[in-house]
Protein backbone atom coordinates (compact mmCIF):
# COMPACT_ATOMS: atom_id res chain seq x y z
CA UNK A 1 0.00 0.00 0.00
CA UNK A 2 1.45 3.60 -1.34
CA UNK A 3 1.56 6.22 1.82
CA UNK A 4 -0.01 9.60 1.36
CA UNK A 5 3.72 11.07 0.71
CA UNK A 6 4.15 8.74 -1.75
CA UNK A 7 0.85 9.35 -3.64
CA UNK A 8 1.40 12.81 -3.66
CA UNK A 9 5.19 12.73 -5.06
CA UNK A 10 3.45 10.64 -7.42
CA UNK A 11 0.59 12.53 -8.35
CA UNK A 12 2.79 15.60 -8.52
CA UNK A 13 5.90 14.31 -10.78
CA UNK A 14 3.25 13.06 -12.94
CA UNK A 15 1.41 16.70 -13.32
CA UNK A 16 4.80 18.22 -13.66
CA UNK A 17 5.94 15.83 -16.87
CA UNK A 18 2.45 16.70 -18.43
CA UNK A 19 1.56 13.33 -18.41
CA UNK A 20 -2.22 13.58 -17.28
CA UNK A 21 -3.98 15.83 -14.78
CA UNK A 22 -4.40 15.99 -10.94
CA UNK A 23 -7.83 14.57 -11.55
CA UNK A 24 -6.61 11.72 -13.48
CA UNK A 25 -3.53 10.88 -11.57
CA UNK A 26 -5.71 10.97 -8.61
CA UNK A 27 -8.18 8.15 -10.06
CA UNK A 28 -5.24 6.05 -11.31
CA UNK A 29 -3.62 6.28 -7.71
CA UNK A 30 -7.49 6.55 -5.84
CA UNK A 31 -5.83 8.77 -4.03
CA UNK A 32 -8.46 11.75 -2.56
CA UNK A 33 -7.34 14.85 -4.04
CA UNK A 34 -7.45 16.23 -0.46
CA UNK A 35 -4.80 14.03 0.62
CA UNK A 36 -2.52 14.91 -2.30
CA UNK A 37 -3.17 18.93 -2.02
CA UNK A 38 -2.37 18.56 1.65
CA UNK A 39 0.20 20.94 2.96
CA UNK A 40 1.60 20.04 6.43
CA UNK A 41 1.95 23.34 8.27
CA UNK A 42 5.36 24.11 10.07
CA UNK A 43 4.98 24.80 13.79
CA UNK A 44 6.57 27.64 15.34
CA UNK A 45 10.57 25.73 16.59
CA UNK A 46 10.23 22.39 14.62
CA UNK A 47 13.43 23.27 13.14
CA UNK A 48 14.80 23.85 16.49
CA UNK A 49 13.46 20.73 17.76
CA UNK A 50 14.79 18.80 14.85
CA UNK A 51 18.45 19.60 15.29
CA UNK A 52 18.11 18.93 19.16
CA UNK A 53 16.21 16.05 18.31
CA UNK A 54 19.27 15.18 16.08
CA UNK A 55 22.42 16.22 18.24
CA UNK A 56 20.64 13.33 21.04
CA UNK A 57 20.82 11.04 18.41
CA UNK A 58 24.19 11.23 18.09
CA UNK A 59 25.16 11.26 21.20
CA UNK A 60 22.61 8.16 22.40
CA UNK A 61 22.97 6.25 18.94
CA UNK A 62 21.30 2.94 21.07
CA UNK A 63 18.23 5.29 22.33
CA UNK A 64 14.71 4.98 21.31
CA UNK A 65 12.21 7.50 20.01
CA UNK A 66 10.40 7.29 24.06
CA UNK A 67 13.91 7.66 25.76
CA UNK A 68 14.66 10.93 23.80
CA UNK A 69 10.75 12.14 24.58
CA UNK A 70 12.02 11.55 28.32
CA UNK A 71 15.37 13.82 27.55
CA UNK A 72 13.49 16.37 25.34
CA UNK A 73 11.25 16.84 28.41
CA UNK A 74 13.82 16.62 31.01
CA UNK A 75 15.29 19.74 28.65
CA UNK A 76 12.20 22.02 28.70
CA UNK A 77 10.75 21.26 25.52
CA UNK A 78 6.81 20.66 25.58
CA UNK A 79 6.26 17.83 23.17
CA UNK A 80 4.09 14.75 23.24
CA UNK A 81 5.30 11.36 21.84
CA UNK A 82 3.09 11.48 18.38
CA UNK A 83 5.24 14.62 17.51
CA UNK A 84 8.50 12.97 18.28
CA UNK A 85 7.64 9.76 16.86
CA UNK A 86 6.86 11.61 13.85
CA UNK A 87 10.17 13.53 13.60
CA UNK A 88 12.05 10.88 14.39
CA UNK A 89 11.23 8.74 11.58
CA UNK A 90 11.40 11.67 9.44
CA UNK A 91 14.70 12.12 10.48
CA UNK A 92 15.77 8.52 9.66
CA UNK A 93 16.90 7.87 13.22
CA UNK A 94 15.05 4.52 13.82
CA UNK A 95 16.77 1.94 15.40
CA UNK A 96 17.16 -1.93 13.60
CA UNK A 97 15.16 -3.59 16.15
CA UNK A 98 16.17 -6.75 17.50
CA UNK A 99 14.78 -10.34 16.97
CA UNK A 100 13.21 -11.16 19.62
CA UNK A 101 13.58 -14.87 21.28
CA UNK A 102 10.62 -17.63 21.76
CA UNK A 103 9.77 -17.59 25.23
CA UNK A 104 8.15 -20.79 26.93
CA UNK A 105 4.51 -20.58 27.59
CA UNK A 106 4.75 -21.56 31.14
CA UNK A 107 3.98 -18.96 34.01
CA UNK A 108 7.04 -16.52 34.82
CA UNK A 109 9.06 -17.89 37.72
CA UNK A 110 8.83 -15.73 40.74
CA UNK A 111 11.36 -14.76 42.42
CA UNK A 112 12.13 -16.16 46.32
CA UNK A 113 13.35 -12.11 47.61
CA UNK A 114 11.74 -9.34 45.75
CA UNK A 115 13.77 -6.14 46.84
CA UNK A 116 11.10 -3.83 48.38
CA UNK A 117 13.69 -0.63 48.97
CA UNK A 118 17.52 0.49 48.67
CA UNK A 119 20.18 -1.73 49.56
CA UNK A 120 17.80 -4.52 50.08
CA UNK A 121 18.88 -7.09 47.28
CA UNK A 122 21.42 -6.39 45.10
CA UNK A 123 23.17 -8.39 42.14
CA UNK A 124 26.53 -8.87 40.79
CA UNK A 125 27.74 -10.99 37.61
CA UNK A 126 30.27 -11.13 35.39
CA UNK A 127 31.10 -10.10 31.32
CA UNK A 128 33.73 -10.21 28.91
CA UNK A 129 35.13 -8.24 26.38
CA UNK A 130 38.55 -7.73 24.04
CA UNK A 131 40.84 -4.62 23.81
CA UNK A 132 41.57 -4.04 20.30
CA UNK A 133 44.97 -6.59 20.63
CA UNK A 134 42.47 -9.51 21.57
CA UNK A 135 43.58 -8.98 25.19
CA UNK A 136 40.72 -10.37 27.61
CA UNK A 137 38.81 -8.35 29.97
CA UNK A 138 36.54 -9.18 33.20
CA UNK A 139 33.91 -7.00 34.34
CA UNK A 140 32.25 -6.95 37.44
CA UNK A 141 28.91 -5.52 37.74
CA UNK A 142 26.91 -4.85 40.42
CA UNK A 143 23.44 -3.07 40.90
CA UNK A 144 20.95 -2.33 43.45
CA UNK A 145 17.36 -4.33 42.19
CA UNK A 146 14.78 -1.46 43.80
CA UNK A 147 16.29 1.55 42.48
CA UNK A 148 18.45 0.21 39.15
CA UNK A 149 21.12 1.90 39.95
CA UNK A 150 24.56 0.49 39.18
CA UNK A 151 26.92 0.55 42.12
CA UNK A 152 29.94 -0.60 40.70
CA UNK A 153 31.64 -1.91 37.20
CA UNK A 154 35.38 -3.30 38.11
CA UNK A 155 37.31 -3.92 35.26
CA UNK A 156 40.62 -6.50 35.39
CA UNK A 157 42.37 -9.02 33.26
CA UNK A 158 40.97 -11.36 35.83
CA UNK A 159 38.74 -11.22 38.67
CA UNK A 160 38.98 -13.51 41.58
CA UNK A 161 37.08 -14.22 45.07
CA UNK A 162 39.54 -11.75 46.43
CA UNK A 163 38.94 -8.67 43.97
CA UNK A 164 34.98 -9.34 44.35
CA UNK A 165 35.40 -8.72 48.04
CA UNK A 166 37.81 -6.01 47.82
CA UNK A 167 34.85 -4.47 45.29
CA UNK A 168 32.13 -5.20 48.01
CA UNK A 169 34.27 -3.50 50.79
CA UNK A 170 34.41 -0.62 49.35
CA UNK A 171 30.67 -0.39 48.46
CA UNK A 172 29.71 -1.70 52.15
CA UNK A 173 31.58 1.66 53.01
CA UNK A 174 29.65 4.10 50.58
CA UNK A 175 26.06 2.65 50.67
CA UNK A 176 25.85 0.32 53.60
CA UNK A 177 25.42 -3.48 53.36
CA UNK A 178 22.27 -4.94 51.61
CA UNK A 179 20.47 -7.85 53.51
CA UNK A 180 20.74 -10.08 49.95
CA UNK A 181 23.13 -10.79 47.48
CA UNK A 182 21.46 -12.13 43.88
CA UNK A 183 24.17 -14.18 41.59
CA UNK A 184 24.69 -17.17 39.96
CA UNK A 185 27.14 -19.97 40.26
CA UNK A 186 29.87 -18.70 38.93
CA UNK A 187 33.36 -19.92 41.01
CA UNK A 188 34.50 -17.06 42.75
CA UNK A 189 31.21 -16.03 43.35
CA UNK A 190 30.52 -19.47 45.43
CA UNK A 191 34.42 -19.54 46.70
CA UNK A 192 34.40 -20.10 50.57
CA UNK A 193 37.02 -17.15 51.16
CA UNK A 194 33.59 -14.42 49.67
CA UNK A 195 31.15 -16.60 51.49
CA UNK A 196 33.14 -16.01 54.62
CA UNK A 197 33.40 -12.54 54.42
CA UNK A 198 29.57 -11.98 53.26
CA UNK A 199 28.42 -13.97 56.76
CA UNK A 200 31.09 -11.73 58.87
CA UNK A 201 29.11 -9.00 57.64
CA UNK A 202 25.41 -10.11 57.80
CA UNK A 203 24.61 -10.34 54.34
CA UNK A 204 22.89 -13.30 52.71
CA UNK A 205 23.28 -14.95 49.82
CA UNK A 206 20.78 -15.79 47.34
CA UNK A 207 21.99 -18.32 44.63
CA UNK A 208 19.83 -18.53 41.22
CA UNK A 209 19.46 -22.45 40.04
CA UNK A 210 22.48 -23.89 38.12
CA UNK A 211 21.27 -22.54 34.23
CA UNK A 212 18.59 -20.58 35.00
CA UNK A 213 19.43 -17.11 34.24
CA UNK A 214 16.15 -15.90 34.10
CA UNK A 215 16.37 -16.24 37.98
CA UNK A 216 18.40 -13.25 38.13
CA UNK A 217 16.47 -11.15 35.82
CA UNK A 218 17.54 -7.28 37.04
CA UNK A 219 21.40 -7.97 35.99
CA UNK A 220 20.70 -9.73 32.82
CA UNK A 221 18.82 -6.92 31.74
CA UNK A 222 21.93 -4.59 32.92
CA UNK A 223 24.42 -6.48 31.32
CA UNK A 224 22.21 -6.14 27.89
CA UNK A 225 22.03 -2.62 28.04
CA UNK A 226 25.70 -2.36 28.90
CA UNK A 227 26.85 -4.28 26.11
CA UNK A 228 24.55 -3.22 24.01
CA UNK A 229 25.44 0.89 24.82
CA UNK A 230 28.72 1.07 26.10
CA UNK A 231 30.69 -2.53 25.19
CA UNK A 232 29.76 -2.77 21.42
CA UNK A 233 30.18 1.05 21.07
CA UNK A 234 33.77 1.30 21.68
CA UNK A 235 37.18 0.14 21.26
CA UNK A 236 39.27 -0.51 24.19
CA UNK A 237 43.26 0.04 24.02
CA UNK A 238 43.31 -1.68 27.56
CA UNK A 239 41.96 -2.10 30.57
CA UNK A 240 43.14 1.06 32.22
CA UNK A 241 41.28 3.01 29.25
CA UNK A 242 38.50 0.49 29.19
CA UNK A 243 37.65 1.56 33.29
CA UNK A 244 37.95 5.16 32.13
CA UNK A 245 35.26 4.39 29.19
CA UNK A 246 32.83 2.11 31.46
CA UNK A 247 33.09 4.51 34.88
CA UNK A 248 31.68 7.36 32.50
CA UNK A 249 29.24 5.37 31.15
CA UNK A 250 28.09 3.77 34.49
CA UNK A 251 27.75 7.56 35.26
CA UNK A 252 25.56 8.60 32.51
CA UNK A 253 23.49 5.21 33.09
CA UNK A 254 23.11 6.64 36.75
CA UNK A 255 22.71 9.95 36.12
CA UNK A 256 21.10 11.21 32.93
CA UNK A 257 19.58 7.90 31.15
CA UNK A 258 16.18 7.39 31.92
CA UNK A 259 14.81 4.08 32.92
CA UNK A 260 11.51 2.70 31.19
CA UNK A 261 10.65 0.77 34.72
CA UNK A 262 11.16 4.30 36.92
CA UNK A 263 8.55 6.01 34.72
CA UNK A 264 11.52 6.92 32.53
CA UNK A 265 13.23 8.82 35.67
CA UNK A 266 16.90 8.24 35.98
CA UNK A 267 18.10 5.56 38.95
CA UNK A 268 19.74 8.27 41.12
CA UNK A 269 16.89 10.27 40.64
CA UNK A 270 14.51 7.38 41.87
CA UNK A 271 17.12 6.60 44.87
CA UNK A 272 16.59 10.26 45.67
CA UNK A 273 13.10 10.20 45.93
CA UNK A 274 13.32 7.40 48.18
CA UNK A 275 15.12 8.99 50.77
CA UNK A 276 13.42 11.98 50.53
CA UNK A 277 10.17 10.73 50.50
CA UNK A 278 10.72 7.99 53.21
CA UNK A 279 8.56 5.80 51.10
CA UNK A 280 10.96 3.25 50.38
CA UNK A 281 7.81 0.72 49.16
CA UNK A 282 6.37 3.24 46.92
CA UNK A 283 5.25 2.18 43.32
CA UNK A 284 7.86 2.41 40.34
CA UNK A 285 5.40 3.81 37.89
CA UNK A 286 3.44 6.03 40.21
CA UNK A 287 2.46 9.61 38.65
CA UNK A 288 1.41 11.29 41.65
CA UNK A 289 4.63 10.65 43.62
CA UNK A 290 6.56 14.37 43.79
CA UNK A 291 9.35 15.01 41.73
CA UNK A 292 12.60 14.21 43.66
CA UNK A 293 15.74 16.39 43.47
CA UNK A 294 18.28 15.57 41.59
CA UNK A 295 21.35 13.47 43.54
CA UNK A 296 24.33 15.46 43.75
CA UNK A 297 27.86 14.27 42.08
CA UNK A 298 29.87 12.98 44.50
CA UNK A 299 33.62 11.59 43.93
CA UNK A 300 32.67 9.29 46.21
CA UNK A 301 32.10 6.85 43.12
CA UNK A 302 34.90 6.95 41.41
CA UNK A 303 35.91 3.40 42.37
CA UNK A 304 38.83 1.05 42.42
CA UNK A 305 41.20 2.07 39.57
CA UNK A 306 42.82 -1.24 37.73
CA UNK A 307 46.20 -1.62 35.90
CA UNK A 308 46.99 -2.50 32.56
Known sequence: MVGP???RAVVKGLVQRGVCSERRACEV????RMTVRYERRVRPGEDALRQRLRALATKHKRYGFRRMLALLRREGWRVNKKRVHRLWKEEGLQRKRKTKRKRGCGPSPELPVRAEHPNHVWSYDFIEDRTERGGKLRMLCIV???TRECLHI???RSIGAAKVIASLEWLFMLYGRPEYIRSDNGPELIAKALQTWLAEHHAKTLYITP???WENPFIESFNDKFRDECLNMHVFIDGRHAQTVVEAWRNEYNEERPHSSLNYR?????AAHC???GRPTASLRSDNACTPEPRPETKANTLIQVGT
Open 5 to 7: AAQ
Open 266 to 270: TPAEF
Open 154 to 156: RVD
Open 275 to 277: RNS
Open 29 to 32: LDAP
Open 211 to 213: GSP
Open 144 to 146: DEY
